[in-house]
Structures are given as structure tokens and as C-alpha cells.
């Protein structure tokens, strides 16, 4: 779920944070750790904008956090982030360094961004005219079931060669 709150002043700079949260702690726990997020951003004076909350997600690769000398792999994590408006009294640099010290964050990413919505959208897929002729030989090949002679094979590839150096 995505929440968008109140805008900030104009003179803020925006940074996002995106951070996973280790998939150990129960499901119950991890708005705590979101509050613990929160709580160091208002500690730099930072004005939340937008959040979402963490989800449980599979990993791409496994990763090892330290944790008292021994090494522990986890596969997944519950997966947020939070946009902010830090003011120029607040220091980035304390928020990342508070997020690394914390044992419950398994990875976290600072990054600075702009004020405007920046969900995702949609892919619009855009072919080229060269796509757009593959594609039509090909259906055109499932609609005709009969076997193709030879002759009829070198027709199209000769046809396939001039439509190529057309291009």
C-alpha cells in the first residue's frame, strides 16, 4: 500500500530510501522497524512524502548479514521505501549511517530523487517496422498448415532479402 502525505517546502532536498528488512523477524514486528525508519528521519528533521510498506519478497540472490560472528543467508525480505524532504539543518549521511548500524535491515539504498510522483508505469512497447514484418510472417505461417515445398521456400527467402535490403 502506498501512502502520499504532505508536501514539503521548496528548498528540501528529496531522497528515497529503500531498504529490506530481514525475513527472521515476524510479520507483526516489521511496522516497528518502519517506525524505527520514521523516527530517524524526524530526528534529522525530515519530512516524509511518500511510503510504501514492506512486503515479503523473494530475493534475486541469496545474502549473508553478520550477525555477532557468525553469518546468517536469508533468500527473501520484506521489501520498503520512503521518500523525504530533508531540510538543510538535516544530514543524509546520519540517516545512512544509522540504517547500516541497524542489525534488522539486511540491505538499504539513499538516493537522491525529485518531488513528483515517481511510481512506476506500465511498459509501452514499441515495435519497429522490421519487428512489426517478422511478426506478420510468423502468424502467417501458423495460419497456413501445409507443408512448404522448396520452391516455395526460396520464393520467401528471396522475398525476405528484398524486403531486407529495402530496409
Known amino acids: 500500500m502506498s501512502k502520499k502525505l504532505s508536501a514539503p517546502k521548496n528548498g528540501d532536498k528529496i531522497y528515497e530510501i529503500g531498504y529490506h528488512i530481514i525475513?527472521?523477524?515476524?510479520?507483526?514486528?516489521?511496522?516497528a522497524e518502519v517506525e524505527k525508519i520514521k523516527v530517524l528521519l524526524k530526528?534529522?528533521?525530515?519530512e516524509v512524502i511518500a511510503e510504501e510498506a514492506p512486503k515479503l519478497r523473494p530475493l534475486a540472490y541469496a545474502?549473508?548479514?553478520?550477525f555477532g560472528g557468525t553469518y546468517k543467508t536469508f533468500d527473501k525480505a520484506y521489501f520498503g521505501w520512503v521518500k523525504f524532504a530533508?531540510?538543510?539543518?538535516?544530514?543524509?549521511t546520519k540517516v545512512g549511517s544509522a540504517l547500516k548500524n541497524n542489525e534488522n535491515?539486511?540491505?538499504?539504498i539513499v538516493i537522491k530523487?525529485?518531488?513528483?510522483?515517481?511510481?512506476?508505469?506500465?511498459?509501452?512497447?514499441v515495435f519497429s517496422d522490421k519487428e512489426?514484418?517478422?511478426?506478420?510472417?510468423?502468424?502467417?505461417?501458423?495460419?497456413?498448415?501445409?507443408?512448404?515445398?522448396?520452391?516455395?521456400?526460396?520464393?520467401s527467402i528471396d522475398k525476405l532479402v528484398a524486403d531486407e535490403v529495402k530496409i
Not at 535491515?105 to 538499504?108: F, N
Open 23 to 31: 525475513s527472521s523477524i515476524a510479520e507483526e514486528n516489521v511496522p
Open 113 to 125: 530523487t525529485i518531488r513528483e510522483n515517481t511510481m512506476y508505469s506500465p511498459k509501452i512497447t
Open 132 to 155: 512489426a514484418k517478422i511478426k506478420n510472417i510468423i502468424v502467417k505461417e501458423e495460419k497456413d498448415a501445409k507443408p512448404a515445398s522448396i520452391e516455395d521456400i526460396d520464393k
Open 43 to 46: 530526528g534529522e528533521k525530515a
Open 63 to 66: 545474502i549473508k548479514k553478520a
Open 86 to 92: 530533508l531540510g538543510e539543518s538535516g544530514d543524509v
Open 105 to 108: 535491515i539486511l540491505r538499504y
